[in-house]
Nanobody
Framework: QLQLVESGGGLVQPGGSLRLSCAASGFTWDYYAIGWFRQAPGKEREGVSCIRSSDGSTYYADSVKGRFTISRDNAKNTVYLQMNSLKPEDTAVYYC????????????????WGQGTQVTVST
């Protein structure tokens, strides 16, 4: 059974950085995609970034381009989201999710989800 466990959230001041981790186990696919989504209070969950294990292709939402970097360590089955220049509007619960092979912008395409980790950007 596929399991995803996020870590690395916390409280940070505007302009600061955090690195989120998503540790995965129990894959049944040869290749997979890991996406990061976030949900702020009172808002719908939105896609933030995604990476494909097959070739390392990455995708970013316009709101985080140039500030966030997604990466993977295939040997550890772990995906990271490095978040720099954080803004108060980045405050949300961040989730990682998995699906076979291709990335997608839509949460409905991802069948496996982690429990989420809170990121709060505030003074």
């Amino acid at each position: 059974q596929l399991q995803l466990v996020e870590s690395g959230g916390g409280l940070v001041q505007p302009g600061g950085s955090l690195r989120l981790s998503c540790a995965a186990s129990g894959f049944t696919w040869d290749y997979y995609a890991i996406g990061w989504f976030r949900q702020a209070p009172g808002k719908e969950r939105e896609g933030v970034s995604c990476i494909r294990s097959s070739d390392g292709s990455t995708y970013y939402a316009d709101s985080v381009k140039g500030r966030f970097t997604i990466s993977r360590d295939n040997a550890k089955n772990t995906v990271y989201l490095q978040m720099n220049s954080l803004k108060p509007e980045d405050t949300a619960v961040y989730y990682c999710a998995a699906r076979g092979f291709y990335c997608s912008d839509y949460e409905r395409d991802f069948g496996s989800w982690g429990q989420g980790t809170q990121v709060t950007v505030s003074t």
